[in-house]
């Protein structure tokens, strides 16, 4: 995979002299997860001469990214399906390197009010509440430490509404409903985003980009050097890690103990805050704060399949499509049947993408109490029939406003329809990344005491929740993550000369 390249972070100078080593027997690392930290993880080690075991509840790599074909034929992820940031950015390097295509959406959206009728000046209000959102990141960052931990990014966008529209309140209540989207991109509500720590947010500078083709390949490379050098345990269960001054014992849900010399946990965060108890001896009183007090949103996914993409128009190339961004749906009232919490809908069509890639499916998010309760009823329901026609039920009275829909037409009638249900997935931490919440108080020392993991009880840290924090919650910091750990280990042994600080 070649040598390390993720941005600096900073931990504390090693409280504990190099590891001594036994020149016939390399260090034994126990890895858990075999998601990308894990798998990057395990690629520096391997590097340097390390034994590396990885431990993976599931029957595949990849953790939070994953791939299933439709019903219908086409790929999707069901995970992670966006690059967020360009500039350094080593799994766009990846996507080129494997001819994964990927596409930035139109700016151009298409906005819906609340009573279903379309807002002309939709895109001027977003750009609007867009630049109020850049303001409160930067005030964020600058202003931190003298923020209340209880005020929200919401509290924030609607104080300078007012400011702006003090005798409008129309207008303000019609602009705040655009607040609502950010929940899209944190999985969580904006009436919930700390604006204490809203500035632990920002990414990665440049676009942030869809992955048309797919994490396949992009897995399929940073797993590469795992699948081909370490020992991969698939369908295994770490329940209890025990660890002392000399050694780590992992005991698995097989009823078998395996010995190593270092443990890396890759689990998510939410895992994490349900499995305090795995740790023997009990985690630093720190690190358990730490897990306690960040944030683990939800964001699911549907995917709606159509005979064709009845919203696109056939005399034009995908490229020269009106519609080829997203679709918003603004606190819809006009769906109190289905839709009573009002609560705000998107979509983004994959029909946009090149021939190779495209296909006539739409994707929706839907994040928070929306998701928790739609995950609930797909569990539920037994048969694809029954899934097909809750998730049709809600969600045509949107799709059926796109161009060219016609009740009755075959074209118009989906085919099959797939939703995730990460909040039920014990292993993915019961939600989909970390988030920074009202009520946070120490967050950045939080990601730092995770990030610094225990190294004097062999027991470190990897994944999206300990990453730079250019990229907190990203496909990208699980990656710089996970080489971080690797190459702090490795200098630990005093296996690559000084060892590297990353």
Known sequence: MGSLSSPSIKTNPSPFKLREQNPSSPPKVCIVGAGLSGLRCADILLQHGFDVTILEGRDRIGGRVHQINLPSGPLVDLGANWLHGSDDQPLLDMAKSTNTEV????????????????????????????GIIHGALKYSEENSESIDPDKSLYDFIEEKLLEKYPDDAEKRRISIQFADIWGTFVGS?????????????????GANIFVAGTYKHILAQVAKPALENAKIKYLTKATRVETNPESVTVFTDDGKSLEFDEVVMTTPLGWLKKNKQAFQP?????????IDSLGFGCLEKVYITFPHAFWTNPNLSPSSQTFDGFTQWLAPTYTTTTN???WHQEIVPLSSFTPENAHP???????????????????????????DAFLISFFKPYYSLL?????????CTPLSCVGTTWVNDDLAGNGSYTNFQVGLREGDE????????VPERRLWFAGEHTAPFIALGTTTGAYWSGEAVGGRMVEVYGMGGKGRKV
Not at 103 to 129: Q, R, S, Y
Not at 190 to 204: A, D, T
Not at 282 to 290: D, E, G, K, M, N
Not at 405 to 410: D, F, L, Q, T
């Open 189 to 205: 509500s904006v009436k919930k985003q700390s604006l204490k720590f809203f500035w632990l947010e920002e990414c990665i500078d």
């Open 361 to 387: 499916t739409l994707l929706l998010y839907i994040y928070g109490e929306q998701s928790q309760l739609f995950a609930q009823t797909l569990s539920r329901l037994r048969t694809p029939a029954e899934k």
């Open 282 to 290: 009990a985690l630093p009183a720190r690190i358990v704060s730490a």
């Open 446 to 453: 939080d990601v730092k005491v995770l990030r610094e993991g």
């Open 103 to 130: 596409h930035t959406w139109a700016e151009k959206g298409i906005w819906f009010g609340e009573d279903g009728k379309p807002l002309a000046d939709g895109d001027a209000m977003i750009n609007e509440v867009w």
């Open 340 to 342: 009573p919490h009002k």
């Open 403 to 411: 161009p060219n829909y016609e009740e009755g037409n075959a074209d």
